[in-house]
């Protein structure tokens, strides 16, 4: 039999099995004449005791037996993915091996690693490159840092001002938005129609800064998308597209505007405007691009959609449950005495979602003592199936969180070389 040594834990094996060994440096050993070419695989060997040594990560190598023994390859937790992946060439892996889920993790892993290191390496003037080369590389080199600027708001002094002042316009608009709905906000030229209260002119106050927000977020979308590498990906992006819903409308409520013109008789049209200008507080959604809370909640809720659509079901069944035997009790049995509130299953099924949630608004609830009875049940049952599956998407949260903090902290190291030079 021999040892294998790695980090201090050891591993006993047959001396049969080494030829056929799963790992590739280990059935190397089977073809060791002497002792030098021993020391040419592993770090050290005691010949008396027939052992092995390997100076490399113990736990590491733990799990990789586990593949060896379950055929099941996963990353070590807590542990980089790429020094996992350097232990798995040590040993002679491959990357197919791993689990799907590690695949696209050490996939992403390796691409943001190599964004990086390709933007902050230098080229090397030593390198015999033709003139048009140079310049498509610098071309390359010039779109890639304006696509940063524009995504990456810690990527750059540049970048976190243009996020700032993109920011602003959002409050800004937003602001407008919200005032534009109050009574007293009327102007002397739409004050008798009440359908072109919702539709200022250009003219106006509220049209000039609507006007100005609606051409800083045109040209910030046109830019991105023309230094984007995708431009098929690029139009695939969920905050793209909201961005796409919030300045579309305004273009076709002008449009609307100067085709309807000033005839209050045009009530659809009217209608129409005002739901086109509602659609603007999707700008709210843009200020993801410069938050990780909100980052991570839409990154969380991607991941979890199994836990979100498990998590529906088991309300949808509650209510469906639940809903028909509160129908039952308060409206069913006694004639004499019915709750109205409960004259139906859809009506039902709105208190039981009210109590399940434990929110209590109070505006229906039962009144017989069967009714109350389930009433308790109904609030109880709620917590329980609204806990299960709240504990996978909490530490799915945690985890996003922690890795789109990893990145902006990486990107703001870019941030510090910038402001230093």
Same mark, same amino acid.
């Not at 799907?100 to 993790?105: A, E, L």
């Given at each position: 039999?021999?040892?294998?040594?790695?980090?201090?834990?050891?591993?006993?094996?047959?001396? *049969?099995?080494?030829?056929?060994?799963?790992?590739?440096?280990? =059935?190397?050993?089977?073809?060791?004449? =002497?002792?030098?070419?021993?020391?040419?695989?592993?770090?050290?060997?005691?010949?008396? @005791?027939?052992?092995?040594?390997?100076?490399?990560?113990?736990?590491?190598?733990?799990?990789?037996?586990?593949?060896?023994?379950?055929?099941?390859?996963?990353?070590?937790?807590?542990?980089?993915?790429?020094?996992?992946?350097?232990?798995?060439?040590?040993?002679?892996?491959? @990357?197919?091996?791993?689990?799907?889920?590690?695949?696209?993790?050490?996939?992403?892993?390796?691409?943001?690693?190599?964004?990086?290191?390709?933007?902050?390496?230098?080229?090397? *003037?030593?390198?015999?490159?033709?003139?048009?080369?140079?310049?498509?590389?610098?071309?390359?080199?010039?779109?890639?840092?304006?696509?940063?600027?524009?995504?990456?708001?810690? =990527?750059?002094?540049?970048?976190?001002?243009?996020?700032?002042?993109?920011?602003?316009?959002?409050?800004?608009?937003?602001?407008?938005?919200?005032?534009?709905?109050?009574?007293?906000?009327?102007?002397?030229?739409?004050?008798?129609?009440?359908?072109?209260?919702?539709?200022?002119?250009?003219?106006?106050?509220? !049209?000039?800064?609507?006007?100005?927000?609606?051409?800083?977020?045109?040209?910030?979308?046109?830019?991105?998308?023309?230094?984007?590498?995708?431009?098929?990906?690029?139009?695939?992006?969920?905050?793209?597209?909201?961005?796409?819903?919030?300045?579309?409308?305004?273009?076709?409520?002008?449009?609307?505007?100067?085709?309807?013109?000033?005839?209050?008789?045009?009530?659809?049209?009217?209608?129409?405007?005002?739901?086109?200008?509602?659609?603007?507080?999707?700008?709210?959604?843009?200020?993801?691009?410069?938050?990780?809370?909100?980052?991570?909640? !839409?990154?969380?809720?991607? @991941?979890? /959609?199994?836990?979100?659509?498990?998590?529906?079901?088991?309300?949808?069944?509650?209510?469906?449950?639940?809903?028909?035997?509160?129908?039952?009790?308060?409206?069913?049995?006694?004639?004499?005495?019915?709750?109205?509130?409960?004259?139906?299953?859809?009506?039902?099924?709105?208190?039981?979602?009210? =109590?399940?949630?434990?929110?209590?608004?109070?505006?229906?609830?039962?009144?017989?003592?069967?009714?109350?009875?389930?009433?308790?049940?109904?609030?109880?049952?709620?917590?329980?199936?609204?806990?299960?599956?709240?504990?996978?998407?909490?530490?799915?949260?945690?985890?996003?969180?922690?890795?789109?903090?990893?990145?902006?902290?990486? /990107?703001?190291?870019?941030?510090?070389?910038? /402001?230093?030079?």
């Amino acid at each position: 039999s021999f040892t294998l040594n790695v980090g201090g834990a050891k591993y006993s094996f047959s001396q *049969e099995a080494i030829k056929d060994f799963p790992l590739r440096r280990v =059935s190397r050993l089977h073809d060791c004449c =002497s002792e030098k070419d021993v020391l040419e695989v592993c770090d050290d060997y005691d010949r008396e @005791r027939n052992e092995y040594f390997f100076d490399r990560h113990s736990e590491a190598f733990g799990f990789i037996m586990m593949y060896v023994k379950y055929g099941k390859l996963r990353f070590v937790p807590q542990m980089c993915e790429l020094s996992f992946y350097n232990e798995m060439i040590y040993w002679g892996l491959e @990357r197919s091996q791993l689990e799907f889920c590690c695949q696209r993790r050490l996939d992403d892993r390796m691409s943001d690693t190599y964004t990086y290191l390709s933007d902050e390496s230098k080229p090397d *003037e030593s390198c015999n490159v033709n003139e048009e080369a140079q310049q498509v590389a610098e071309g390359n080199k010039w779109l890639e840092r304006m696509r940063r600027t524009f995504e990456e708001p810690t =990527s750059s002094l540049a970048a976190q001002i243009l996020a700032v002042v993109s920011i602003l316009f959002v409050i800004v608009s937003m602001v407008v938005l919200c005032a534009s709905t109050l009574p007293d906000w009327k102007t002397a030229e739409n004050r008798s129609v009440e359908e072109h209260r919702y539709t200022a002119t250009l003219w106006e106050p509220s !049209g000039i800064i609507e006007a100005i927000c609606i051409g800083w977020f045109t040209a910030e979308c046109i830019v991105r998308f023309i230094v984007s590498k995708d431009k098929c990906e690029f139009v695939k992006r969920p905050l793209n597209i909201i961005d796409l819903m919030a300045i579309t409308p305004y273009y076709v409520s002008v449009l609307m505007t100067i085709l309807t013109g000033e005839n209050p008789q045009l009530q659809r049209a009217g209608v129409t405007l005002r739901v086109l200008r509602m659609m603007r507080i999707f700008w709210v959604i843009k200020l993801a691009r410069h938050f990780i809370g909100l980052q991570t909640l !839409g990154l969380t809720l991607k @991941r979890c /959609y199994r836990e979100m659509v498990m998590l529906l079901v088991f309300i949808c069944v509650a209510m469906a449950i639940f809903g028909a035997l509160s129908q039952l009790l308060e409206h069913g049995l006694d004639l004499e005495t019915r709750n109205e509130d409960y004259s139906s299953i859809p009506a039902a099924c709105w208190w039981v979602i009210i =109590s399940m949630t434990t929110v209590g608004y109070g505006d229906m609830y039962p009144i017989s003592v069967p009714g109350r009875i389930l009433g308790g049940m109904c609030v109880v049952s709620g917590i329980v199936l609204l806990a299960l599956p709240i504990t996978f998407i909490y530490h799915s949260f945690v985890q996003c969180y922690h890795e789109l903090k990893f990145k902006s902290a990486r /990107y703001g190291r870019s941030l510090s070389n910038e /402001y230093l030079n």
